[in-house]
T-cell receptor, first 112, second 109 residues
């Protein structure tokens, strides 16, 4: 069974630009969560989607948004990029009725 | 406020030298405590889920235990390939995972 896939794996942007990251969950998983990982703050929760609806949201500014499609694939968007947005963005999926989150390899974003 | 604290931040062991990693937590309505392993440049790899105090789980050289306030990850006779950052996370009533900062383990041959 294929794991969680994230594209692109690496991305370089400049301040003020926007970026869209994509996540395909494990087949059959309907819940997708996004996390930001930085050396200083560690892993921090961004948001969770289930059946195309945002079910939970972390403490991030409105520049961070996401959505989920009917096939459970998810995208997150960051507008007006800031230097501090440089991080590893991780996506995780959860099987129906389960609690354990399985992570993808992440997208490393560098903002210059 | 839900919180997870891991100690030590870094741990250096000789191959075969057993030790334990600590994860202290405060959370309202614990739904689960999770251990992950993360190698540099990769996403976290799931190891264990613990649900209630007294529960224990084992996998190869790793054993995870849970009390009402903390969890331990015991590593028995570690090998160099066990070198990684070990992350602890709790899931509370809201459903999202709250992570500790991790313990970076180095095992020297």
């Amino acid at each position: 069974k294929a794991g969680v896939t994230q594209t692109p794996r690496y991305l370089i942007k400049t301040r003020g630009q926007q970026v869209t990251l994509s996540c395909s969950p494990i087949s059959g998983h309907r819940s997708v969560s996004w996390y930001q990982q930085t050396p200083g703050q560690g892993l921090q929760f961004l948001f969770e989607y289930f059946s195309e609806t945002q079910r939970n949201k972390g403490n991030f500014p409105g520049r961070f948004s996401g959505r989920q499609f009917s096939n459970s694939r998810s995208e997150m968007n960051v507008s007006t990029l800031e230097l501090g947005d440089s991080a590893l963005y991780l996506c995780a999926s959860v099987p129906g009725g389960g609690e354990t989150q399985y992570f993808g390899p992440g997208t490393r974003l560098l903002v210059l | 406020e839900d919180q997870v604290t891991q100690s030590p931040e870094a741990l250096r062991l000789q191959e075969g030298e057993s030790s334990s990693l600590n994860c202290s937590y405060t959370v309202s309505g614990l739904r689960g405590l999770f251990w992950y392993r993360q190698d540099p440049g990769k996403g976290p790899e799931f190891l264990f889920t613990l649900y209630s105090a007294g529960e224990e789980k084992e996998k190869e050289r790793l054993k995870a235990t849970l009390t009402k306030k903390e969890s331990f990850l015991h590593i028995t006779a570690p090998k160099p390939e066990d070198s990684a950052t070990y992350l602890c996370a709790v899931q509370g009533s809201q459903g999202n995972l709250i992570f500790g900062k991790g313990t970076k383990l180095s095992v020297k041959p």
